[in-house]
Structures are given as C-alpha cells and as structure tokens.
C-alpha cells in the first residue's frame, strides 16, 4: 500500500506459466501490494477462474478482474460469478467489465453492432443484480425479466464494478455508470487528466491505471526491460493514450517504417519509453507513481516486465 494517497497494485502477466500463478500471487500479498488484478485475453486463462484461485491461496491483497468482455457473458450469471467471490472474500473483489479487444471479439463472434449500448445495459445490470436489486432491463442486448439473486448470494461487501474503455465516449459512459475506470497502459499524466476530462464523474468514482514497469539499480537496464512490451503501441487503438503525450504522429511513422513489431519496439527513443512505461530505479518509478496519484489515479497497477516475473514484483516491490 502506498501509505497516504493511493494504492500500488500488480497484474498476473496472462502468459505466466501455470506452476507460477499461485507463487506470484502469493508473492504479491507478502510483499505487500495492494491489488492484484488478473486479465482475460482470449486465448490466455479466464479472469474469474484466476480470480477466484487467487482469492482462495492469498491473506489480504485485493483482486480484480480487469477485464471481462461484456459480449462474452450472460450479465446474470456473471454477477452470480462476481457475487459468490465476493461472499466468500468479502471486502477483497472488483470487476471491470469493457468492450474487450475489436479484433479478439470478433474472432470469437461477440462483438456487437453497438458497444456502447452493450456494456451501459451491462454494467446496470451486473451492479443491480450485485446490491440485491431486481434486474427488470428490455435493452437491446441485455434483457432480464425479475431476475434477482437470491438473498443467501447477495453479498454484504457490493464489489466496485469498473468499466475498462478508452474512447471518448465510453469514458464519457463509465463517468455515468460504473464505480471506477480501468486505464489500460500506456497511463500517463496528461493522459490521466484527459481521461478523467472525458469521465466526469458524477459520485466517487475509482481509477486504476496500468503500466509496464521495471525496477533496476541501472536505469538503462531498466528501460530495455520495458521495451518489448511496448511493440504494440503503434496500433491504432492505444492513440488515445498517446496523442496527450504529443509525439503521437511521430511514434506513428515510427512504426511505419519498422520492418517488424520489434524492431519498432527497440527504435523507441529512452525519452518516450519514459513515458510509456515505469521504468528506472526504485525511486525514480515511485516518483512517477506519485505523480499519477497527484494527478488523480486512485490505484498504480505495475506490469512486471523482463522474463523472470516473479524475480522482476520482487524488484517492484522496492517503489511500496
């Protein structure tokens, strides 16, 4: 936990290897992260399953599902999902629902015509089914004659049910109608002041941002840690993290002319890696940490980068 003005969590990497889900979960709540969040990629291991195995093997951290993609579920069974979590790990549960990736969703024929209507009718629904409420939605997606959960599996601890965008106007949404925002990476400053622009909550309303992040003694070594991870950012949906920044046409050409994702990747100038990723000393990424929290982030998610990912959360640790 971060002592004053925000809390500093960790992601599980999607691709970690299956012997080491549990270790580095583990390893999060004893070196004392305050959130854990868990991803659902397609093709990669379900969101509430990871949650609900890192729930069960840890003390204190508190888990998030970020995200589950609104096309891919029924919205009653999977506020049962988010409810029987939150019984049984009362106080430790948040869910973030999105429109998950256009091109993923399609793959697997889930994505709809309008998905902002799909994840508004979501969301409403999965937060009144989670209070206790009675679910009676004629959307054009979601659609629930009375359905309620029965009294026994309404949880005392309501989860934080977060929407997990990026457009403009699914900002705009998630200010209307979830609890909190989940900012995938890139998260900068200006970012984070634009999105909350866009958001304009309306009630407390939570924001979790994610980076890449290597903790080194040699900052060097630290930002050529961070550089695979970055190979995707040319792509057209992570632009409105990057135009706050101003160098988003040029990080566009840049990608342009690389031959390769990779090469792309290890042409990035250290002064834009600094701002794409958390990356240098301890001190150095707790400053930029810091930063976030001044600028209105309520939870700093660390991506653990490097190939050893439980020996790079134990470097992380050095920024709580």
């Known amino acids: 936990m971060n002592g004053n003005r925000g809390t500093i969590g960790v992601l599980l990497p999607c691709d970690l290897p299956a012997a080491d889900v549990i270790p580095f979960a583990q390893d999060a709540d004893a070196l004392g992260f305050g959130e854990l969040w868990v991803a659902e990629d397609l093709g990669h291991r379900g969101g509430l399953a990871q949650a609900a195995t890192v729930l069960a093997c840890t003390r204190r951290i508190r888990v998030g599902v970020g995200l589950l993609p609104a096309g891919a579920r029924n919205a009653a069974f999977a506020a049962m999902e988010a409810a029987t979590l939150a019984q049984l790990h009362p106080g430790r549960v948040d869910i973030a629902v999105g429109h998950g990736m256009p091109a993923w969703m399609r793959d697997a024929g889930a994505w709809p015509e309008s998905p902002l209507t799909l994840l508004c009718e979501y969301i409403d629904a999965l937060r009144t089914l989670l209070g206790g409420g009675r679910a009676d939605i004629r959307g054009r997606y979601v659609r629930l004659d009375g359905v309620r959960l029965h009294p026994s599996a309404v949880p005392d601890t309501v989860p934080g049910v977060f929407a997990g965008v990026r457009s403009p106007k ?65 792509d057209a949906d992570w632009k409105p993290h990057i135009v ?29 890696v600094g701002q794409l990723a958390l990356a240098g000393t301890a001190g150095q990424v707790r400053a930029r940490i810091d930063a976030l929290f001044g600028a209105g982030v309520s939870s700093a998610v660390l991506i653990p980068a490097g190939p050893d990912r439980r020996a790079s959360l134990a470097a992380l640790a050095g920024v709580l």
């Open 170 to 234: 699914s900002l705009a949404l998630s200010g209307e109608c979830a609890d909190g925002t989940v900012l995938a990476e890139p998260v900068s400053v200006p970012y984070v002041r634009e999105a909350l622009r866009r958001i304009a909550p309306r009630r407390p309303h939570r924001i979790t941002a994610y980076n890449v992040a290597a903790v080194d003694a040699d900052p060097r070594a630290a930002t050529d840690a961070v550089r695979p991870a970055l190979r995707s950012l040319g």
């Open 244 to 272: 706050p920044l101003g160098f988003h046409g040029e990080l566009a050409a840049l990608r342009g002319a690389a031959a390769d994702p990779e090469a792309f990747a290890r042409a990035l100038p250290d002064e834009w």
